[in-house]
């Protein structure tokens, strides 16, 4: 198959151009804009308690909210508020209300702090439109008429809350997305120039790379409308760094095998064929691989990972077929001389390269090797027993410096830490009927957990219009996302449904419910996902090397790349608060996927070697030897491309940048290039068991042997030299 692709794409360059630049015209015009979201609760399914709670205050109390936005007024000088500051706020807030800003529906007075310094005003915004940007535009409005507003005063405004986060996070993702753009292309080129010197090669895939992901940010965003999934943020920043570390790739693992083919003495046409019917089975394989390991996230009940593994399944899948029909058909036009001007070397197999020298040691000692390579990993994942998660994702995806993380801070020390995010237990009647009892006891049981700092509940205020439903409000000891609110949450719901009178049903919400109930959802796709997407990979891993032993012990390895990863993370970053809860679903993502991906290439040339003939420990020193360079240098672009994440000047990309980079190190110069052939080499022809795919010496369903049949040495027939 592979084969055929390769000669019709080299025969008809021009009309697979066209085709692509037709198919990019037309999907890139019709698609919509992407959209976004970042409110924690949309994470979530209607089936969670917290979720249940936010609906259902409101349907029973509509004219309460939880304020998306919180003014925040002091003085500048730092003392606490006269009776004419306290005045000139009471005017703001009435004036900021009357301003009818969109997306705002109301403005109200909130308290003051307990040393007097300062007072709230809460915004209350449209909750349909609750983490998107028209609210992040809201609060750009409501921070430019406050300060305006104030002129004159002796009052310094600040606007915090949800809105201000999304806003403060919007800015933060533009930073991020220009970094991370600059410094891969930078990367890349610097790196390409390196490789190949010539300027051709290291500039031209950029461009092509830059148009797939156009087409691919289409696709993605079609899909998003036609299956209602959420965006976030963070999406975009991830989706550039991908295109362009995979995509990448994908063109070495084609451009290595192309010059590979010239210098065994190929016509450059049929040395395209070539490399494309050689490498076309493991990139396929090794995508494959890839697209299904973030298609699993599909059964996630987080809705930001079923938007985030379909995205990135889609970009994989539009980088995969490009790699194997547009990039060979616009470098086939190209002569070799000019497409590796000004070099000279291209075709001269070097000599004594440090590649041959690791090889040597693998194919010698693969014992040693193996050994050595496995114990820097499990002495790696032993961080991993100290991990533990951070829920506060705004906190994390945006720097401490941004006015929304101020107002969060001042919140948290001037009033009590849970003040600004307090949790709300509703208790409703099951049959409908008005609520009776001892409802103030019911809050005393409450105010017993450990960790609930007050509860404020009044008959006269706190029941609905039909009597039905009693809000009591528990402002907790603790900020909102730290582990002992959350925990705290959890007692709290244990407490209200066990002394929830006869023929009521209590429902706990707000954040910290939220966050646990986010818990328990990533708690579930880590006994879902993870076995769902090994197994599939497995499966990819059996039929791609017809053996039922190799795939257990490769993916074994990816998972103790995993281990290492997570535990060297931990270690680093995970001290203090500990790591954003997505770092290791984000790290299955790339460092299971990638991991994989290098794997199968050096899988697969290890079985191309031995089908020459050569024993399991000759097959593996080969192997190294000639993928080796191929792996190296697509793992440190693509590790490079990752680590820009972490000049985007928050914390979740700053986690996420160096998790990456660590893991695809890990996955390139430890796992695949020691780890698997080493181990390959040692267990010898039982790696292929039940089948003889190592020893295999031709497939006759090829016409000149190929990826799936053989590997053969000999050089193919050159049908383009015969047909001229």
Do not use: C
């Not at 497995?538 to 990863?565: K, N």
């Amino acid at each position: 198959m592979f084969h055929r692709i390769g000669r019709t794409v080299v025969r008809h360059p021009i009309w697979t151009i066209v085709a692509w630049v037709i198919a990019a015209v037309a999907i890139v015009a019709t698609a919509p804009s992407l959209p976004s979201n970042s409110d924690e609760s949309s994470f979530l399914p209607s089936s969670y308690e917290s979720i249940k709670a936010m609906n259902l205050q409101e349907k029973a109390f509509p004219q309460a909210f939880t304020p998306a936005a919180i003014v925040l007024y002091q003085r500048s000088d730092g003392s606490a508020l006269t009776a004419a500051d306290k005045a000139d706020v009471t005017r703001i807030t009435k004036e900021l209300g009357q301003k009818k800003i969109d997306q705002v529906q109301k403005v109200v007075d909130g308290s003051v702090s307990k040393d007097g310094k300062y007072q709230t005003a809460l915004v209350q915004m449209d909750k349909k439109n609750n983490g998107t940007p028209k609210q992040a535009d809201a609060a750009k409005a409501l921070r430019e008429d406050s300060t305006s507003l104030a002129k004159g005063t002796h009052l310094k405004v600040q606007v915090g809350g949800q809105a201000g986060q999304n806003l403060d996070q919007q800015d933060a993702s533009k930073t991020s997305d220009q970094l991370s753009l600059i410094g891969s292309v930078l990367i890349i080129i610097i790196t390409l120039s390196i490789i190949f010197r010539s300027p051709i090669v290291s500039v031209l895939p950029l461009f092509l790379l830059i148009g797939i992901f156009a087409i691919a940010n289409a696709l993605i965003a079609d899909a998003t409308k036609v299956f209602g999934l959420q965006a976030n943020q963070s999406i975009s920043a991830l989706l550039i760094v991908v295109v362009l570390g995979v995509g990448t790739d994908y063109f070495l693992f084609l451009m290595f095998r192309y010059r590979e083919r010239l210098r065994a003495g190929d016509e450059p046409k049929q040395a395209m064929v070539n490399a494309v019917t050689r490498v076309g089975e493991a990139i396929a394989s090794a995508a494959g691989a890839v697209i299904i390991s973030f298609l699993a996230l599909t059964l996630s009940t987080l809705s930001f990972l079923t938007q985030l593994g379909p995205a990135l399944a889609i970009l994989v899948a539009v980088t995969l077929i490009a790699g194997l029909t547009l990039f060979p058909a616009i470098f086939s036009l190209i002569p070799p001389r000019a497409l590796f001007w000004p070099g000279k070397k291209w075709k001269q197999e070097p000599t004594g390269t440090r590649y041959a020298t690791f090889g040597r040691l693998v194919g010698n000692k693969p014992a040693l090797v193996a050994i050595a390579s496995g114990l820097v990993m499990l002495v790696l994942a032993i961080g991993t027993f100290s991990y533990k998660a951070s829920y506060d994702l705004a906190s994390g995806s945006i720097p401490d410096t941004k006015e929304s993380m101020i107002v969060q801070d001042t919140l948290t020390k001037a009033y009590s830490a849970g003040a600004a995010e307090p949790t709300n237990v509703y208790l409703s009647s099951s049959d409908g009927k008005p609520l009776s009892g001892d409802l103030n006891g019911y809050a005393d049981k409450l105010r017993g957990v450990d960790g609930v700092g007050s509860v404020a509940f009044d008959r006269s205020k706190d029941l609905n219009k039909a009597g039905t439903t009693a809000n009591y409000t528990v402002t907790l000891k603790y900020e909102a996302a730290s582990d002992k609110a959350i925990a705290t949450a959890g007692d709290i719901r244990t407490v209200a449904h066990d002394n929830a009178p006869p023929g009521t049903e209590a429902l706990v919400g707000g954040s910290s419910s939220i966050f646990r109930d986010i818990n328990a959802a990533v708690n579930h796709d880590y006994r879902t996902v993870f076995p769902v997407a090994a197994v599939l990979i497995m499966i990819i891993l059996g039929l791609l090397l017809r053996s039922v032993v190799a795939p257990w012990y490769l993916i074994a390895s990816v998972a103790l790349g995993f281990g290492a990863t997570l535990g060297a993370t931990v270690w680093i970053f995970g001290r203090g608060d500990g790591l954003i809860f997505l770092l290791p679903i984000i790290m299955y993502l790339f460092v299971v996927a990638i991991g994989t991906d290098y794997n199968i290439l050096m899988i697969a040339r290890l079985r191309e070697e031995a089908r020459e003939g050569r024993e399991p420990r000759e097959a593996a020193s080969e192997a190294l030897k000639h993928a080796g360079p191929t792996i190296g240098a697509a793992g440190f672009i693509l590790a490079a491309t990752f680590a820009t994440l972490m000049l985007g000047g928050n914390d979740f990309l700053t986690e996420m940048g160096f998790t990456v980079a660590f893991g695809i190190v890990v996955a390139a110069f430890v796992m695949a290039m020691f780890f698997t052939p080493s181990l390959t080499a040692l267990i010898g022809h039982a790696a292929w068991w039940p089948g003889h795919a190592d020893r295999d010496t031709a497939d006759r369903s090829l016409p000149h042997g190929g990826e799936a049949g053989g590997y053969l040495r000999e050089r193919e027939p050159d049908e383009y030299s015969r047909r001229g």
